[in-house]
């Protein structure tokens, strides 16, 4: 199966189980099984190849500028990750499906889990490291939704933020490690990266790089200090424990270093770093996991422990430790998912996790009782389970390491790690399951449905063959450790086997156990001397950062922007001003090269109102309705200029918009209060026309000196003067401009101003249902209305001219192609008609004879132009290309029929619905301020009345 | 005439900047408007000026006025009626909701502690 179907599918599938959710819970688990499944049976059929050595690539090229592609990469490494993830993906989702309750929505469950498990087979298939960061960041986002998924309990939500954080940051940082690796090798593709190992190691940005790609891989992996975010994150439900925390998630760190290894390590910063990370984060885990209650934090700090322990096999940098690192992966994640599930039928069957309140589960559940003795043995490492293999191997490597000049510290560490893990495996154990039965458990425990614990059955049988049949398992890992190698080294000749003779590793291992059995002995006596000890909490220090960075945020925030939005108004125009003002004066400035073209009468004239209006309005401002009378003017000015600097186009744009803003403004007016009171101090306006002074000036310079000179290069124009009638079938250029050469960004255009009138249409509906609606009902208006609201001089008109208009329109948006006009314009016009409607006639009148809703013609506006754009993949051309052909139909004269046309059929209907959505939404305020509603048209109807005081004349006979 | 334009520009603008910075909402749109106007003008200008030269491609004639400052500025008219549009109802809400048209917050007006 493709790469690419095997990474897509869980992402598909992750649309399913919603889906699924009222089809049942069986249903819900079923279809997620199967996603999985295929995918997983799909990650086989690539098995051969893998195993005959063979690195299966696909490519698809995303954004190749940037570097980034989307290229998948399966080599042994990889296939292993992949098999952990959607293998044990399996199990979690069948034991997923026992384990939740029915108060829990396991369409939302199984969704964030598809989610996540498409993310962390994502990551180790990446070929492309942007596109692993993608996938890097994905599994965060997705973690934090399964660790939070019980949102009830704080204790989830809190985790889920803690490990956001602390991945997240982990995540920022590793961002900027792989740009300067990227940087580094001059490609993104790690099959390039892979390649350069002197190049990047020889590089000065070697360690800056390194150090930030760790922390992404010691955030994401629980090393030390970063931890504390895994116990917490506990709180998640045991499946996702299992699954994330203990298989997978946490293991994307070590895949990370793993994959890396072959450039990174090798150095003395990489073998200092990684192997003390590891190796303390080994024992610290190991000693805190030994005194943990609650089996799930208990089971959280021995994957700390775990992890440690792989992370300094590969910090060690040899052959060997790459191996063992491998291989204990594999069996870490058959025996901890297999004990994370156990301790899940614990709580599920007993109600609690607290190994103090239990004991003597061994009669009562005897399935668990050897499944998790089994693999929790394995953790101990005792022979014949897998976990001893491993563990051997790891003594022996550390046995070899010499860390900080010392030949002791290393072995004697390991060692120590190694005993704790024995004891509190020993404890689980022993706590949990032996002892006497109790009687005193919160529920009457039982075995679980077979659902729950055939899961966990499946790994222990795993954890079992492969410990007593090491060699079996041999051939794949050795192929794992080949590709984690690459080039850098040779796959050591080593063997898998249980007894390799009296050896060192055997005597530190019996050291191990037999000390872990010792401690169990002196287990109370130690753990009170432990819980008097004082020691540094993780969780309230990272607490205090984060308060820390909070207040200091909201210090800056608060200081800087203080809600008064005319002071950031100040501030900017300011900024602004000072910084053209730095460029224009340290900058230089070419000669003119443009007459000054003369004054004439009219211009000067125009230019007087314009300017005569617009200080008016600032001085007159206070008085609102002459202020909009006054900006009216200003707009009719600029509309006029335009048509004098030849743009008929942009005049009649102009003009009609003018026309409908002036009447949206109106429509506002009529709730708000109709003066501006004196608010500002003098010197505060002073100020503030300083300020604008200053920026007036300024944009009147910049403006003049733009004007006197001609552009440095041709501009692009000129290919559009010369094409639009070849290409484009239509001189009026601008119009081509609109509808054919930039027809996409029209196209984004007219689907911003639709979504801009939803909104409108949005906030008057949550107006008009929320606590304003009584306030605008008992409004008095504050202006006597007229008594004649609809007269009939003006319905008569307007009904007059509303074909003579729609007949206007359709003539400007037909001949819009070769003259002034288009779809833009006719729809205003056709709005403008509408609206008069609404005002002589009444709000109920129109939209009673009414057909289509506006939403609907705004829909109708963008389909029909994305459908004339797709038109054009038919003929295999790109989105939006045009055609246009000349065609005769008798008796007519030859006439043009251009593609063009339809697209700016949908812009003309666009341009319709959202004007009429806005203004329409602006009148249903108004209309249920003031209740009574004109049934009639005309408000004086002289038949009307007539008729009423007929039916008064037959009352009265009647009485 | 290039000074006219250029004035107006000003004049818009600084009209505009002043109005913007009041403190009412109803003043505030109307110095946006008037800013929309000057941005509008600008972006027009920057393809020259020319008198009498519709990029109408006629016949025998050559010289056209720079055709794609125009597009784009007529698309930019149309957004920013949708612009005011919203502005104006989120003006209107607010006061609606709070009887009060004043932009600024009020000094008194602490953010909210957040929830843990």
Redesign the interface.
């Known amino acids: 199966m493709s790469l690419f179907l095997i990474v897509a599918l869980p992402f598909f599938g992750a649309l399913l189980p919603g889906l699924m959710n009222q089809a049942g819970r069986k249903a819900c688990a079923g279809i997620t099984f199967t996603v999985s499944l295929a995918a997983f049976i799909g990650l086989l059929t690539n098995l051969p190849t893998v195993m005959a050595g063979e690195v299966v690539m696909a490519r698809v090229d995303w954004v190749p500028s940037l570097g980034l592609n989307f290229t998948l990469m399966l080599d042994a490494l990889g296939f292993f990750f992949a098999l952990l993830i959607l293998g044990i993906g399996l199990l979690i989702i069948a034991y997923g499906r026992s384990y939740l309750s029915r108060d829990d929505n396991m369409g939302e469950f199984f969704t964030y889990l598809l989610l996540f498990q498409g993310a962390m087979v994502g990551i180790v298939l990446s070929d492309n490291i942007l596109l692993l960061l993608v996938f890097w960041e994905l599994t965060s986002l997705s973690s934090f939704l399964l660790i939070g998924y019980w949102k009830h309990l704080?204790e989830g939500r809190?985790g889920a933020r803690m490990a956001l954080t602390v991945t997240g940051m982990g995540g920022l940082a590793m961002v900027g490690g792989m740009l300067i690796l990227g940087q580094i090798a001059g490609s993104y593709d790690l099959s390039v990266i892979l390649q350069n190992r002197e190049l990047i190691q020889g590089s000065p940005l070697y360690l800056p790089a390194l150090i930030l790609i760790l922390l992404g891989c010691f955030t994401k992996s629980a090393q030390f200090p970063f931890h504390f975010w895994l116990p917490h994150a506990m709180a998640a439900p045991t499946p996702v424990s299992a699954y994330l925390h203990s298989a997978t998630m946490v293991k994307a760190g070590i895949f990370l270093m793993a994959r890396m290894w072959p450039v990174l390590s090798g150095t003395p910063e990489w073998f200092v770093i990684v192997t003390t990370a590891g190796l303390v984060t080994m024992v610290l885990g190991a000693v805190i996991a030994l005194f943990k209650h609650d089996l799930k934090a208990l089971l959280a700090f021995s994957t700390v422990s775990h992890l440690g322990l792989i992370t300094m096999l590969l910090g060690t940098g040899t052959a060997f430790g790459a191996m063992a690192a491998m291989f204990h992966i594999l069996n870490h994640a058959t025996f901890k998912a297999a004990l994370f599930m156990s301790a899940g039928i614990v709580d599920h069957e007993t109600h609690t996790r607290d190994i103090r309140r239990l004991g003597g589960l061994r009669h009562l559940m005897p399935i668990t009782f050897t499944i998790a003795t089994l693999a929790a043995l394995s953790m101990a490492g005792i022979p014949f389970l897998n976990g001893f293999l491993s563990k051997e191997m790891m003594l022996e490597e550390a046995h070899h390491t010499v860390l900080f000049g010392s030949h002791w510290l290393v072995p004697v560490m390991a060692t120590v790690g190694s005993l704790f893990s024995a004891a509190y495996c020993f404890r689980l154990i022993g706590h949990t399951f032996l002892g006497a039965k109790r009687d005193d458990y919160p529920a009457k425990p039982h075995d679980p449905p077979a659902g729950m614990w055939v899961p966990p059955a499946i790994l222990v049988v795993l954890v079992v063959v492969i410990g007593v049949l090491p060699h079996l398992a041999e051939p794949f890992v050795k192929l794992v450790t080949a590709a984690v190698l690459g080039e850098a080294a040779d796959v050591p000749k080593a063997y898998f086997k249980i007894w390799h003779g009296l050896v060192p590793a055997l005597y530190m291992s019996i050291i191990a156990v037999v000390g872990g059995l010792v401690l169990m002995t002196v287990f109370k006596p130690l753990l009170k001397t432990w819980e008097t000890t004082p020691r540094p909490e993780a969780k309230t220090i990272f607490e205090a950062i984060i308060a820390a960075a909070?207040s200091l945020a909201?210090g800056l925030i608060?200081t800087s922007h203080?809600?008064?939005?005319?002071?950031y108004?100040?501030v900017f125009?300011v900024t602004v001003v000072v910084a053209g003002a730095y460029a224009f004066l340290s900058g230089t400035v070419g000669e003119t090269t443009?007459e000054?073209?003369?004054?004439?009468p009219v211009?000067?004239a125009g230019?007087a109102m314009?300017?005569a209006a617009?200080?008016a309005?600032?001085f007159q401002?206070r008085n609102?309705l002459l202020?909009?009378i006054l900006?009216g003017i200003?707009?009719l000015m600029?509309s006029v200029?335009?048509v004098?600097?030849?743009?008929?186009?942009?005049a009649l744009?102009?003009f009609t918009?003018e026309v409908?803003?002036i009447i949206?403004?109106l429509l506002?007016?009529n709730?708000?209060?109709n003066r501006?009171?004196v608010?500002?101090s003098q010197f505060r306006r002073m100020r503030?026309?300083v300020?604008?002074?200053l920026?007036?000036?300024a944009?009147?310079?910049m403006?003049?000196h733009?004007?006197?000179r001609?552009a440095l290069s041709t501009?692009?124009?000129e290919f559009?003067?010369a094409n639009?009638?070849k290409g484009g079938g239509g001189?009026?250029?601008?119009n081509v401009?609109?509808v054919d050469f930039?027809g996409f960004?029209?196209y984004g255009?007219i689907i911003?101003?639709g979504i801009?009138?939803l909104?409108?249409y949005a906030?008057?509906e949550?107006?008009l249902s929320?606590?304003?609606r009584a306030?605008?009902l008992n409004r008095k208006p504050d202006q006597p209305r007229a008594g004649d609201m609809h007269p009939m001089m003006m319905v008569v008109l307007t009904r007059v001219i509303m074909p003579v208009v729609l007949m206007v329109g359709f003539y400007i948006f037909l001949r819009g192609h070769?003259?002034?006009g288009g779809g833009?314009i006719a729809g205003?016009i056709v709005s403008i008609a509408v609206i008069m409607q609404y005002m002589a006639s009444g709000f109920a009148w129109t939209s009673a004879r009414l057909r289509y809703p506006y939403h609907g013609v705004i829909g109708a506006g963008v389909l029909v132009a994305g459908l004339t754009g797709i038109g054009s993949w038919f003929v295999g051309r790109p989105f939006l290309t045009s055609y246009f052909e000349y065609v005769r139909i008798p008796p007519f004269h030859k006439f043009e029929l251009a593609t063009a046309a339809a697209f700016d059929l949908g812009v003309f209907l666009a341009?319709v619905g959202?004007?009429m959505l806005?203004l329409e939404?602006?009148s249903r305020?108004a209309r249920r301020a003031h209740v009574p509603d004109a049934e009639h048209p005309m408000d004086i109807d002289p038949s009307r009345e007539q008729a009423l005081a007929q039916t008064a004349a037959d009352l009265k006979g009647g009485a | 005439m290039e000074l006219l334009v250029a004035s107006a520009i000003g004049v818009l603008t600084a009209a505009g900047l002043y109005l913007v910075m009041r403190l009412r909402s109803f003043p505030v749109i109307l110095g946006m408007s008037l800013l929309t106007y000057a941005v509008n003008v600008f972006l027009f200008a920057s393809g020259r000026l020319t008198i009498g030269a519709s990029p109408i491609l006629t016949d025998g004639v050559e010289v056209y006025t720079d055709p794609l400052p125009q597009a784009l500025v007529l698309t930019a008219i149309v957004i920013s009626f949708g612009m005011t549009a919203v502005v104006v109802m989120i003006a209107l809400g607010a006061y609606l909701g709070a009887d009060d048209d004043a932009v600024d917050d009020p000094a008194d007006d602490a953010p909210v502690e957040d929830v843990q």
């Open positions: 704080p809190q909070v909201r608060l203080n809600g008064a939005f005319s002071r108004g100040a125009a443009r000054l073209q003369p004054v004439t211009a000067l230019w314009l300017v617009t200080l309005l600032v401002h609102r202020a909009l900006i200003a707009g600029v200029g335009f004098f600097f030849s743009a008929p186009d942009l744009t102009q918009v409908v803003t949206l403004l506002a007016l709730f708000l209060p501006t009171p608010e500002s503030d026309g300020i604008a002074v920026g007036g000036i944009t009147m310079a403006s003049y733009y004007l006197l001609d501009p692009i124009s559009h003067l639009s009638y001189t009026n250029v601008v401009i609109l930039r960004d029209t255009e911003v101003l801009a009138a909104l409108i906030l008057t949550t107006l929320g606590p304003v306030r605008l070769n003259e002034p833009f205003l341009v959202a004007v806005s939404s602006f305020l």
